[in-house]
């Protein structure tokens, strides 16, 4: 008997499967002014070579110039620390550390020659080439095409590179000898809790 | 007056900064990839290495001689230029940084001995950072750039600094000046000049400006003007606002696999990224490019670009390297051996003024991606580029360029510092 109301109307399973369309989802009809519905195509078309993508075309035949205003900032829940109104700027290494950063180098120590002076091995040297080498100063001195640390000594005698550490020979500049500084030593950095 | 200093041998000047020992040495620096030559000391030049010379061709010159080969090291060369340029820029009220080893400066107005302040300025710019620099003095700055070469090439009585108003026959100078090295001349616009029988720079400022400007245009009748020391190009401060991001590369060998090619695009997608961020400017599009190389001529060339707009302006690396990997799988053809690939971003706004998207369905929180990228640049400025890396990138290492004769990081690395010998 209920073969008499199978003809007609509604089938289940007939017709094509939600979601099967260019879009991947089910779609609605929705009014569009008339003007606007070449730019809706073509967003929409644009938009289906994109299934679920953020990266999409713009909607743009018609740019609107939309600002939002935007809240970005912040607000501080609860009061102001009291501890605001004294707040000096931090302190920064490099303040101290560099005077003349173009001229500033970062370099490590390999050895023991100038313990004395309390230089040892693995220490940083801040190296300023802005600096004008002394008798007594600390430099980076060129010998034999290395960088080498010592301490700069000027007397009667002559010009002399000299270690602090007594295993070590000093080295004297004789004539005809070119002795290239490289920098200054400013300052040593050792660090005491390695690792 | 303006001055040109212009930095001697600069990429081989700062790789003997801290290798002493090859001071009066030859030396080359090789092209991304050690390809050719871009760099060459005095002793290199000498030798009859060319700029652009394919590093096979002179392997064996290198042996033979002993010429210390490095690959280029931009870190180095970039830190460098700032300590030169911050030097520079204290001697002039004004001055245009023109690339990374040149820099103008305005000397008007300065109540000194233009040549004596500088030679004070080489000296001191030797003294504090190491490096050579020559530097050409004229009223405008087409002439400066001559005056600067001729100091270069040791023709400067003043050694390496050159007046133009002191130089007692400039006309000589100019006439022994090929057209084509004049600064804003290429060699093909060279070739038209000696066609109509103007072949040096003497000639060129006898031309009649009106008509070199109907044959060339506007830019070659200020060249003449210049060279009459009139001037016509003024000192350009501030860098135009960067409109597009470029992070490409040639790569160290062919790659035909996708995912070699994807590991790629995902890392300069990042890294433009990165330097977009380091701007604050976001961008509204992303153009991915691949090609063969034009010089395979037994293959077929290919080469294929897809621009992708940004529903709304974008400095997010994962949105930037999903669009490149979508871009790139759609312009990616099997079979091909690519020689470069590269990603841009084109569009750029500042961060925080972006036009917001009416179609655009408000994603979960702009600012938290804004906040994990920071934490991710944090990261990696910190312990050093590519301690956090996308997923993607990390897919082969295959891209990577040659680079076997690099020298360390000297200055950006905490375990690649100079080492001083106390000995």
Redesign the interface.
Known sequence: MPQAFSHGGARDGAGRKTGSGRFGEPTRPVRVPESLIPSVRD?LARMAEWPG????????TH??????P?Y?SRIQAGFPSPADDHLDDTLDLNDHLVQ????T??????????IGAG?Y?DD??VVD??LEAKSGSIV?A?I??????KRLHQDESGVWLM?ENPA?KPLQIREGMEL?I?GVVAHSVRSHAKG | MFALADCNNFYASCERLFQPRLEGEPIVVLSNNDGCVIARSDQAKALGIAMGDPYFKIEKLVKEKNVSVFSSNYGLYGDVSRRVMSVLGGFAPRFEIYSIDECFLDLNALPYDLTDYSLSMVRMVRQWTGIPVSIGIAPTKTLAKIANRMAKKGKSPWGPVLDWTRLPSPDEALAGLPVEDIWGIASRTGARLRELGIDNALALRKADPRLLRGHFGVVMERIVFELRGVSCLPLEEVQPKRKQIITSRSFGTRLRKLDDLRAAVAGFAARAGEKARAQGLRAQALNVFIHTSPFDTAKPFYSNGLTLPFRSPTSDSGLLIRAALFGLARIFRRGHDYQKAGVMLLDLVPAGYEQINLFDPVRSDPLRSDRLMAAVDRVNRTYGRQTLRFGSETLSDSWRMRAQRKSPAYTASWKELPVVLAN
Request: glycine share 4%; proline share 10%.
């Open positions: 967003w993508s953020e990266i999409v075309q713009p909607f743009s740019p609107l110039p939309l600002a939002l935007l970005s003349h950063p173009a001229a180098f970062l370099v490590r120590v390999a050895g023991d020659s100038m230089i091995h940083l040297l080439r802005s980076v060129v034999d095409g290395d960088l080498t640390v270690p070590f290239v490289w």
